[in-house]
């Protein structure tokens, strides 16, 4: 069994199919990656995941089933998740961002601001400010912190590099292979920058128009020449 | 001139106390509860029958008010307000009826007369001069207490904090662990709960009468329309321009302009400034 397992899901806009028959899987610890260009379905695989669309087949987080759940029930059987657009409350401060998402984990308040705080010390200097106010990688750690708040054993990070200028990619990048040590978080990103994810992730899957088309190890695939076709234009 | 800043204190203290519970609504569901007058018509009539025609305490009619006002409150949610799925046109439609047939409702069980809720603290203090009711002065200081209390929770809990996120972004609340319906009820059931209380002290104000939901409903629209927005200390403040506009016009110009003056300001503020004076999504 595996930590985190898809079985043949498949997600519905309405009539239009956007996922088909997914099966994969993410083991406890690990960094793995989804890539895939716009419109693959890489945000609508994650919201299937939180129960944001509508699905058949399977998702089980350690063997328990979190089809049928509502959202805020399966954040509280342990999925964080950071979406692309960070949805975070632009009216609050940093602080109550983060407080927001203590809702179903009041126990661990403490102890989550302080991981966060040593992985974004910025949060804390800025933990008054709206965030209406902040820049685009600010937001991102917001949202990222918002998660942890969650106290999860999965994170889902959805296009964590998007708009973000290189040395913030970098940043980011530092500090979710930090979460992943430090916290022993099992992660799961979504990425079009291929670069990017091979550097994280220990092993990458290709999404292409709502299909699971290539995975393997970072090692497997660095050379394959799809991957290098679709992904590195050369 | 001492009269007009006394009077208008008082009056708008009240004016935020019952617009709170309707823009509370909108900031959670950018819809407007057109039955939100008739919480606080059920509020003043639910006084009335248990504290002055049965006789419970004053603060026990007031605690019932209350709670008949949250179950009303949680009524509508659930039958009507869930089921048609923010659309926000067929609720306003819905509601705005729902009020005329719990209007219909108090008429059959008290008749069509209006009565005389006696003053919940009697007797006269006089200010530098101008003469105020006890009765006047408790539902100002109630109304600030309350509009406190309630900013604090909506700022300091964990409760507040949903409803607050549930206002500026669902998806982001959902995902941070929250159920949007339980945080809508539990808006839904405050609301009824500051509807039905601002009624008791409207009707000790004015007087108990079926139509008595039109006016105060007229204030609430007026402040959320003329704010734009659906914050408390934003309903406080646009309370106060309200409440000190009817007070300047009634006394400088004729008393019977007062709510006239109220619905010309609804419209001139839609025609020239429609996302109101503040425009922020906040609670």
């Known amino acids: 069994m595996s930590f985190l397992e898809f079985d043949n899901l498949s997600a519905f806009y309405g009539k239009a199919q956007a996922l088909r028959d997914i099966s994969f899987s993410v083991e406890q610890g690990e960094i793995v990656a989804i890539i895939g260009a716009n419109g693959a379905g890489k945000s609508t695989l994650l919201d299937s995941i939180m129960g944001l669309t509508k699905t058949t087949g399977d998702i089980r987080l350690e063997g328990k089933s979190l089809a049928g759940l509502s959202t805020a029930d399966i954040v509280k059987s342990g999925v964080g998740y950071a979406p692309e657009r960070f949805n975070l409350f632009p009216f609050m401060s940093v602080r109550d961002n983060l407080m927001v998402g203590a809702f179903t984990a009041r126990d661990d308040i403490e102890q989550n601001l302080e991981a966060i705080h040593r992985l974004f010390p910025r949060l804390e200097e800025r933990e008054n400010q709206e965030t209406s106010t902040q820049s685009g990688g600010e937001r991102q750690m917001v949202s990222l912190g918002r998660a942890l708040m969650t106290s999860p054993r999965v994170l889902l990070v959805d296009e964590p590099t998007i708009g973000l200028a290189p040395k ?3 940043e ?4 979710l292979a930090r979460m992943n040590r430090e916290l022993k978080m099992t992660i799961v990103i979504t990425e079009q920058n291929a670069n990017f994810a091979m550097k994280l992730a220990s092993r990458l899957y290709v999404l292409e128009s709502g299909e699971m088309r290539i995975s393997g190890t970072v090692d497997e695939l660095r050379d394959d020449p799809r991957l290098m076709e679709a992904y590195f234009g050369h | 001139m001492l009269q007009i800043i006394i009077q208008g204190l008082l009056l708008s203290g009240l004016y935020a106390l019952i617009a709170v519970g309707f ?7 950018r819809v ?3 039955a939100y007058g008739a919480y606080l018509m059920i509020g003043g009539y639910s006084y009335f029958y248990f504290s002055q025609i049965l006789g419970l305490p004053k603060i026990a009619g007031v605690v019932i008010a209350a709670l008949i006002g949250v179950v009303t409150g949680l009524l509508i949610y659930r039958l009507v307000v869930k089921t048609l799925k923010g659309d926000s046109v067929a609720i306003e439609i819905a509601t705005l009826i729902l009020a005329v047939v719990l209007q219909a409702g108090v008429v059959l069980l008290f008749g069509d007369a209006s009565k005389i809720l006696l003053p919940i603290i009697p007797g006269v203090v006089r200010v530098e001069g101008a003469a105020v009711t006890y009765n006047v002065l408790v539902a100002t200081v109630a109304s600030w207490v309350i509009l406190i209390s309630l900013y604090l929770f909506v700022r300091r809990t964990h409760m507040g ?6 206002s500026m972004d669902v998806k982001g609340a959902a995902i941070s662990g929250i159920d949007p319906d339980r945080v809508n009820m539990v808006t839904w059931g405050i609301s009824g709960a500051l509807g039905a209380i601002a009624g008791v002290f409207f009707a000790s104000y004015t007087q108990l009468y079926p139509g008595m939901w039109v006016s ?15 914050s408390i200390i934003g309903t406080l403040i646009v309370a ?9 016009v009634t006394s400088a110009i004729a008393p019977e302009l007062r709510g006239v003056v109220t619905m010309l300001l609804i419209i001139g503020v839609l025609v020239l400034r429609p996302k109101g004076l503040f425009g922020r999504e906040e609670l």
């Open chain 2, 32 to 34: 407007l509860n057109l």
């Open chain 2, 240 to 248: 106060h321009v309200i409440g000190y506009m009817e007070v300047i």
């Open chain 1, 172 to 175: 980011i990048a530092e500090v």
């Open chain 2, 216 to 230: 105060p409903l007229i204030i609430a629209v007026a402040v959320v329309i003329v704010g734009g927005i659906g």
């Open chain 1, 168 to 170: 913030l990619c970098d």
């Open chain 2, 23 to 29: 823009t509370l609504i909108f900031s959670i569901g």
């Open chain 2, 161 to 166: 904090r949903a409803m607050q996120a549930v």
